[in-house]
């Protein structure tokens, strides 16, 4: 055998082993997800609410939205390619408290439809004035986790007057102001979605096991494999289109120079262990925005609302308090 030949062997033989090694790694996390005990198992099903709406936006789409309770209203606005039922447990917990949970499904995501102008940030903006419109909701929390933070700032800063009529306070939860793409990690990632280069994501997450792993990169330490399982679902279930146009519409957004202009009480809100919107980011929108407070969460990945669900909902109803939305209840609730 030439030594050229010797050294094609000795490369494949090596990744062979390394091929191995990584199958067996994957296989070890998956056993370790799935065998964790799970409190939650079984209840992570469609958000139960009192009514439904199906809203027409500004350029002839629809926006869906569910509510449930009484009292002030709290408004989540979730990320992206996945949808509203990722608040399933707020929805479970905080009516009880004397509160109002609305959710939104985004253009594109769950039952809402895409308008004629599609998908960008100036229409994440508009699709919240909708619903706080249409709706005729004041004394309003606003909370957005991921791309949702991204347009609940969008709105506060685009329709800074309908922001002073009608909400209190904004939450900001795992979330950002700009984004890059091309880099490594998490973003590398999205990259290859928007070039179309690599699999629609939601193809990746109809496979039970690889879908698994890739969900749990939204999650810190120890999660349940139902928080785990529902993410992935919600993902899978996205279509190809909006997933690649969703994502693309948001890849260079930058309202990092807009930030200083937002005068009502904000709240930050990140996971110490997040690998998507890391809390370095956090603390630049908090910096960013006059007065706004900033709760990290010890060992929290990307998804608080499910992984510290008793944390978060804490500081929502403190905050609302804080800001003078929920003046009637009391601080034991």
Known sequence: MSSRTRKIAGIAAGAIVGAAALGYAAHRAIRGIRSR???????????????????????????????????????????VTITSQVWVKQFATLPSAGVRVVALDHRGHGESTVGDTGHSVANLAADVRTVLEALDLSDVILVGHSMGGLAVEAFAVQHPEV???????????????RTYIGGVGPFGFVAEQVTGRSPAMNGLMTRPDLGLLLARMGF??????????????????????????????????????????????????????????????ARRIASLIPGARLELFAGAGHMLMLERTERFDELLLEFARDVGALEAIPKSA
């Open 37 to 79: 005990r799970d409190p939650d198992a079984g209840t992570l099903g469609p958000l139960v609410f009192d009514e439904a709406r199906r809203l027409p936006s500004h350029d002839g789409g629809s926006l869906y939205t569910v509510s449930r309770g009484s009292g002030p209203p709290i408004v989540f606005l979730h990320g």
């Open 163 to 177: 922001a002073a009529a009608r909400v209190r306070g904004l939450v900001l939860a795992s979330t950002f102001a």
């Open 220 to 281: 810190g330490r120890e999660p349940l494999p139902s928080h785990v399982e529902l993410t992935r679902s919600m993902l899978a279930a996205c279509p190809p289109e909006t997933q690649r146009a969703a994502v693309k519409a948001i890849v260079n957004a930058d309202l990092t120079d807009e930030l200083s202009s937002i005068t009502l009480p904000t709240l930050v809100l990140c996971g110490t262990a997040d690998a998507l919107t890391p809390p370095r980011e």
